[in-house]
């Protein structure tokens, strides 16, 4: 019988719904949710535990809270966009759902949605974490901690389309999930570092924009210092022989927005010419 | 083509409405190629493939609307149920969610899936995931099927049964494109057969008339007692005898061309001669021969 497909509008949700449901039963989010609970409750019983109490500084409480949530954004990514698009040419499933009247690039977004649906989802329960633990311990709330959960998100949703194109592009899930986790966990870090140690500003690096987020309450620079330039060392106190390159707000949304874009949209044109 | 090699070569085929057509060929002949590229899984580096008439690259979403597939043997989600996935796959298609139930049911109850339609696919032999991709193929009505090896993954029992189905939606008047190695399965179900080597098409017409091509048929006939060498050089003179050769003790494969009349008149006479014939029966299929016949001339 001849009838008329959904709107792309509708069919994105269709895939976003199934998506999700897949998460769900698969149990990632569950896991996830579970990972993210766990370091919370650590940064939280550890120096209770350990008799240290936590610190007098307002500002020094969530910093090392914030120190966690770059990890947990690529874990994130990892177990909800490393194998989004790949898993559909590896475990065949496409060979059901490409012949259905549907465009690859509404499956795709279908699919992106869903896994910053449930990645944003992680990111806020652990913020909120933070926020109502500052809140209870200091009784106050610090606006760039506010901020810094606003960057996060753009981060995930940069790195999620960087994850996706992978995904789009590489032929196995396994490999697909260890090249997106050790790329933004490992490999890009380890750049940042060595430009830095170069004298080189790594302001176009994914990674080193990302670094805003706990960066944006421990460098004061990063909030609107005296415009792009080395940190200069302090010596023994920072640890670090070589001037450090710290992103500003401003730059690093740039940075993180294009990432964003460029990567998603190469993710749709590769995925559309895909072959199976 | 794949790199350098050319899987299609200027293949023009058309399938009027209401055709069932088997798609012939040796591996690697291209035909899921063929399949592949009306499917939009690949795109061709040159030519153009339409469905209903609509360019299945510029608008893939019209060209598959009325449109039911099973592409070599699909993987389903495994955390979902036959129920889920016809309820999926009917929505991307534009299905009321009461139409997809009553429809679901119909199409699992064809291909025998009643009973594991709240199961999840993971749990699922090759056969019964076979099973499940008929089902979404066939869960909106398409006008158009287009079945890669529809039987393949099936017990014995699942072919006959995916035959029968295939045989009704004919019957419907419904456009079948399907490609099989089962000569026999095609010559069952098919009325129209093309057959593709080596990327090029070598013929497309109905099969009464392709049967034509090769009218020598091979008739294997059972006896009581081992014939007799004098027995056996009668036989080699029956009209329209090509060739006879001893099988087993008790089995003759003869090779016979001629009409009914003249088999019939074959038969007779092997009786006449004091066979004690337990059966007579012509083997392989029509289909066989002639596929055989234009392979072999193909690739001269």
């Given at each position: 019988?001849?009838?008329?497909?959904?709107?792309?509008?509708?069919?994105?949700?269709?895939?976003?719904?199934?998506?999700?449901?897949?998460?769900?039963?698969?149990?990632?989010?569950?896991?996830?949710?579970?990972?993210?609970?766990?370091?919370?409750?650590?940064?939280?019983?550890?120096?209770?535990?350990?008799?240290?109490?936590?610190?007098?500084?307002?500002?020094?409480?969530p910093s090392t809270f914030?120190?966690?949530?770059?990890?947990?954004?690529?874990?994130?990514?990892?177990?909800?966009?490393?194998?989004a698009i790949v898993s559909e040419f590896q475990q065949r499933t496409g060979y059901a759902l490409f012949p259905s009247p549907i465009r690859r690039r509404i499956i795709l977004l279908g699919k992106y949605v869903a896994s910053a649906l449930s990645s944003l989802l992680v990111v806020s329960v652990y913020y909120a974490i933070i926020i109502v633990s500052a809140q209870a311990i200091y009784g106050t709330l610090l606006d760039e901690l506010v901020l810094s959960y606003y960057?996060?998100?753009?981060?995930?949703?940069?790195?999620?389309?960087?994850?996706?194109?992978?995904?789009?592009?590489?032929?196995g899930t396994t490999g697909s999930a260890v090249l997106?986790?050790?790329?933004?966990?490992?490999?890009?870090?380890?750049?940042?570092?060595?430009?830095?140690?170069?004298?080189?500003?790594?302001?176009?690096s994914i990674t080193n924009a990302g670094s805003i987020i706990s960066s944006i309450l421990t460098m004061p620079r990063a909030m609107g210092g005296p415009g792009r330039g080395p940190l200069q060392p302090t010596g023994a106190a920072v640890g670090i022989p070589y001037p450090l390159y710290i992103p500003e707000v401003l730059s690093s949304l740039i940075v993180m927005i294009n990432y964003f874009a460029i990567t998603l949209l190469a993710a749709i044109y590769v995925f559309e010419r895909r072959e199976l | 083509m794949y790199n350098s090699f050319v899987a299609l070569d200027n293949l023009n085929l058309k399938v009027e409405g209401g055709v069932c057509l088997g798609?012939?060929?040796?591996?690697?002949?291209?035909?899921?190629?063929?399949?592949?590229?009306?499917?939009?899984?690949?795109?061709?580096?040159?030519?153009?493939?339409?469905?209903n008439g609509i360019d299945v690259s510029s608008d893939p979403k019209a060209a598959l609307s009325d449109v039911g597939a099973v592409v070599e043997t699909p993987e389903f989600y495994s955390y979902l149920t036959p129920n889920e996935m016809l309820s999926y796959l009917g929505e991307l298609r534009g299905m009321a969610s009461n139409e997809i139930s009553e429809r679901g049911r119909e199409v699992l109850d064809?291909?025998?899936?009643?009973?594991?339609?709240?199961?999840?696919?993971?749990?699922?032999?090759?056969?019964?995931?076979?099973?499940?991709?008929?089902?979404?193929?066939?869960?909106?009505?398409?006008?158009?099927?287009?079945?890669?090896?529809?039987?393949?993954?099936?017990?014995?029992?699942?072919?006959?049964e995916v035959r029968e189905i295939i045989k009704t939606l004919k019957e419907k008047g419904k456009t079948v494109f399907m490609s099989s190695h089962l000569l026999s399965e095609v010559q069952e179900v098919c009325d129209t057969v093309a057959l593709l080597d080596r990327g090029r098409l070598i013929v497309c017409d109905k099969i009464e008339n392709l049967s034509k091509i090769s009218p020598v048929k091979k008739i294997e006939v059972r006896a009581l007692v081992a014939p007799t060498d004098s027995q056996l050089d009668h036989i080699c003179r029956f009209t329209g005898v090509r060739s006879v050769k001893q099988t087993?003790?008790?089995?003759?494969?003869?090779?016979?061309?001629?009409?009914?009349?003249?088999?019939?008149?074959?038969?007779?006479?092997?009786?006449?001669?004091?066979?004690?014939?337990?059966?007579?029966?012509?083997?392989?299929?029509?289909?066989?021969?002639?596929?055989?016949?234009?392979?072999?001339e193909s690739v001269r």
């Open positions: 019988m001849k009838r008329s497909p959904p709107s792309d509008s509708e069919q994105l949700h269709m895939v976003l719904r199934y998506e999700l449901l897949k998460y769900l039963r698969g149990q990632r989010l569950f896991g996830i949710l579970i990972i993210t609970a766990l370091i919370a409750w650590l940064m939280l019983a550890l120096p209770l535990l350990l008799g240290r109490g936590y610190p007098s500084d307002v500002r020094t409480f914030l120190s966690f949530v770059s990890i947990l954004i690529v874990l994130s990514v990892t177990f909800f966009g490393s194998d960057l996060a998100v753009v981060y995930m949703l940069s790195i999620l389309a960087f994850a996706f194109l992978l995904s789009s592009i590489m032929k997106t986790f050790f790329l933004f966990q490992m490999i890009l870090p380890i750049i940042d570092v060595v430009l830095n140690s170069a004298d080189i500003d790594p302001w176009f | 798609f012939l060929g040796p591996n690697g002949a291209g035909k899921t190629t063929t399949i592949k590229i009306l499917t939009t899984l690949i795109k061709p580096t040159s030519g153009k493939a339409y469905l064809e291909v025998k899936l009643t009973e594991w339609a709240d199961k999840p696919i993971g749990s699922f032999s090759r056969g019964m995931k076979q099973r499940v991709a008929l089902a979404q193929a066939l869960l909106h009505d398409p006008a158009i099927l287009i079945l890669d090896e529809p039987t393949s993954g099936l017990d014995p029992r699942g072919m006959h087993g003790s008790q089995v003759l494969l003869i090779e016979f061309e001629g009409d009914e009349d003249s088999m019939a008149e074959l038969h007779n006479g092997l009786l006449g001669l004091g066979l004690k014939m337990t059966s007579f029966k012509p083997t392989g299929s029509d289909l066989e021969g002639m596929y055989l016949e234009i392979i072999a």
